[in-house]
């Protein structure tokens, strides 16, 4: 069963940093793509970075040069280093991963249950 599970959240100062993080069970981390999304109450759950097994990134326009997503497949753990906060980075932080269950690329997604992050003065 994949369980992750997410630390780090935690009330910043514009302009401050948080690193969080999401311990993944078995080798989920150094298999699969795994991201952090986040929400913000009564909007959609959105992409903020996702890196692949592989080691490519992507990340949300509104985070670019301010967020970085790593891997730790040592100890099957993602991070997300934020710099930089802002107001507006305020929201649930959710752990994601996919996993591809058949040959035929079906895959699952499976999501932690989120740490807040709240940026304010």
């Known amino acids: 069963q994949v369980q992750l599970a997410e630390s780090g959240g935690g009330l910043v100062q514009p302009g401050g940093s948080l690193k969080l993080s999401c311990v993944g069970s078995g080798r989920i981390v150094s298999r699969n793509t795994m991201g952090w999304y986040r929400q913000v109450p009564g909007k959609e759950r959105e992409l903020v970075a996702r890196?692949?097994?592989?080691?490519?990134?992507e990340y949300a326009e509104s985070v670019k040069g301010r967020f970085t997503i790593s891997r730790d497949n040592s100890k099957n753990t993602v991070y997300l280093q934020m710099n930089s906060l802002k107001p507006e980075d305020t929201a649930v932080y959710y752990c994601?991963?996919?996993?591809?269950?058949?040959?035929?690329?079906?895959?699952?997604?499976?999501w932690g249950e989120g740490t807040q992050v709240t940026v304010s003065s």
């Open positions: 994601w991963t996919r996993v591809v269950v058949n040959v035929e690329g079906a895959s699952v997604e499976h």
């Open positions: 890196i692949s097994s592989g080691g490519s990134r």
